[in-house]
């Protein structure tokens, strides 16, 4: 007689049960589960990839403070980073912007990328270069370190067009698999290029103006009884100058057709001449506006005015409330011949180096 023998096996499992998933009003639990973590990674020449075993899966949860990406590998990316200055000089950059990052504690071999755009981002997309301007195309040096943008101090984004509205952001990186996504977004435009430029003399505000050397004795040095004032602010790159140019090319006599020749000396020392002296130049902001040779004389020297325009006053650097002074002096010999009538037209131009 066959004996048969029967066991039963009871399964006992904890029941969890819960009416919802933690949350407050910045966050949101998802689940109550936790993955195994990361894996090794796999690679070719070109790419690489890193796989999770039993991470969390899903969309970004947000709220109007903070986004929480799901996954072991989203916890490995950099500190966001942002802009924290885009600047244009206040008023002066019409061809470049002045940029600070803020790298928000980000480790010093961290790299950085900073893009730029026209629109906001919605087409025209560029990225800033090492050298500071810009290229729709991405390259691996594009990535560079907070001190390659200059620390706390600053760089700037150069080549860029006036009076245009630029739209900034970067991103940070530290190693494979930790790109951050783009930081907010900050704004500025570029300024127009200005030039403005203003002529009168010490005793006149409007023209046509008129500079009175008084009579010219032979042998005997005069000097004109008012200054010639010259006004030049720029934003331009490079500053911007101040000519002159003489009619004549001296003290010219129409009804003798007869010429005091300009030229470039110690009017004690020669016997008869004519010509410029600047007696002071300085700026208000920026510069410094400097005094050209030959017009850069004193006591009863003189610069030779040419019928060639000449550079009176310059400035390497943008200047706001630049203002030059000249004066007239002469020299007349015994063999001149003598008139009533000698006089001479000064043309003075200003330029801006953009």
Do not use: C
Not at 45 to 62: A, K, L, Q, V
Not at 100 to 121: E, G, M, R
Not at 292 to 302: C, D, L, M, Q
């Amino acid at each position: 007689m066959d004996i048969k023998r029967f066991f039963g096996v009871l399964m006992i499992y904890p029941l969890f049960l819960f009416a919802s998933l933690p949350t407050t009003s910045n966050y949101s639990l998802q689940s109550f589960s936790f993955g195994s973590g990361g894996s090794a990674n796999s690679s070719t020449t070109t790419y690489s990839i890193e796989g999770e075993t039993g991470g969390n899966s899903g969309n970004n949860s947000s709220t109007i403070n903070t986004t929480l990406k799901p996954g072991f590998i989203q916890s490995q990316q950099a500190n966001v980073p942002k802009i924290l200055t885009l600047d244009n000089g206040g008023g002066i950059f019409y061809n470049k912007l002045h940029f600070v990052l803020d790298n928000q504690s980000n480790p010093t071999d961290a790299l950085f990328l900073i893009s730029v755009s026209t629109d906001n981002f919605v087409s025209n997309i560029t990225y800033l270069q090492p050298d500071g301007t810009l290229s729709s195309s991405l390259l691996l040096s594009d990535y560079q370190s907070y001190a390659s943008f200059g620390g706390a101090a600053g760089s700037y984004i150069i080549g860029l067009n006036p009076s245009t509205t630029y739209y900034v952001r970067a991103l940070a990186t530290n190693g494979q698999f930790a790109e951050s996504g783009f930081g907010p977004i900050s704004s500025q435009t570029t300024a127009p290029p200005t030039l403005s430029f203003s002529l009168d003399t010490s005793t006149q505000s409007t023209g046509p103006y008129v500079v009175s050397l008084g009579d010219l004795l032979s042998g005997q040095i005069v000097t004109s009884t008012q200054t010639i004032n010259t006004s030049i602010s720029t934003n331009g790159a490079s500053g911007g100058n101040i000519y002159v140019s003489s009619l004549y090319g001296g003290l010219h006599s129409p009804s003798s057709n007869y010429t005091i020749t300009s030229t470039s000396g110690d009017l004690t020392s020669l016997s008869e001449g004519y010509g410029a002296q600047a007696t002071s130049a300085i700026s208000s902001t920026g510069g410094p506006l400097l005094i050209e040779s030959p017009f850069n004389s004193s006591g009863t020297a003189v610069g030779g005015l040419s019928q060639i325009m000449q550079s009176v006053f310059s400035s390497n650097n943008p200047l706001s409330g630049g203002v030059g002074q000249l004066i007239l002096k002469a020299k007349s010999a015994s063999t001149d011949v003598s008139s009533t009538d000698y006089q001479d037209v000064l043309t003075f131009v200003a330029s801006a180096n953009f």
